[in-house]
């Protein structure tokens, strides 16, 4: 018998990196529960679990940075799922925008947002934020399915 994580590991996902500014620190971690909410406002959502160290952090700060990673990132989904935040952000380079958030510079598309709420869902928290600012670049995403990455070809219809 399958457990729940494994059924859900069987649908593919892309695979970004969620940072915030709270406390004078710069947060960070490797997140494949992001989506879209509503156009119009421009809306997204992600989760972080209740357990995290970086839960304070993210539900309290007021805003997110949604990074999509590109395929060439993958150290980088590695990089931000473990250790401390400072082991998170060594050597890495960053893009401080106004709201004083990190950008990861070949990140395929940014959304920098203002949390509008936050639903606590079980053992997570789901944060939906309106898109402030965003931007995109040329590339291929980084996918997430059954624990592998990798990328999704696309067919010419």
């Known amino acids: 018998m399958s457990s729940i994580k494994e059924a859900m590991s069987c649908f593919t996902t892309g695979v ?14 490797t997140c494949n529960s992001f989506n879209t909410v509503s156009m119009d406002p421009a809306m997204v959502l992600w ?12 539900t309290q700060s007021g805003g997110f940075l949604v990074n999509i990673l590109s395929l060439e990132q993958k150290n980088l989904a ?3 799922s473990s250790g401390t935040q400072a082991e998170r952000f060594k050597d890495e380079p960053i893009e401080r925008l106004k709201s004083h958030r990190a950008k990861l510079p070949m990140s395929l598309a940014w959304f920098d947002c203002e949390i509008d ?4 869902a079980g053992d997570h928290d789901v ?8 931007g995109t670049r040329e590339g291929r ?9 990798g990328h999704v070809e696309m067919a010419n219809a």
């Open 16 to 29: 970004t990196v969620v940072t915030t500014h709270f406390e004078a620190q710069d947060w960070a971690m």
């Open 47 to 58: 989760s972080v679990s209740k357990s995290a160290l970086s839960n304070r952090a993210f």
């Open 78 to 80: 590695f990089k931000f």
């Open 117 to 120: 709420q936050v639903v606590s």
């Open 127 to 134: 944060l939906i934020g309106r898109v402030l600012d965003f």
């Open 141 to 149: 995403a980084l996918a997430y399915s059954k624990r592998q990455f």
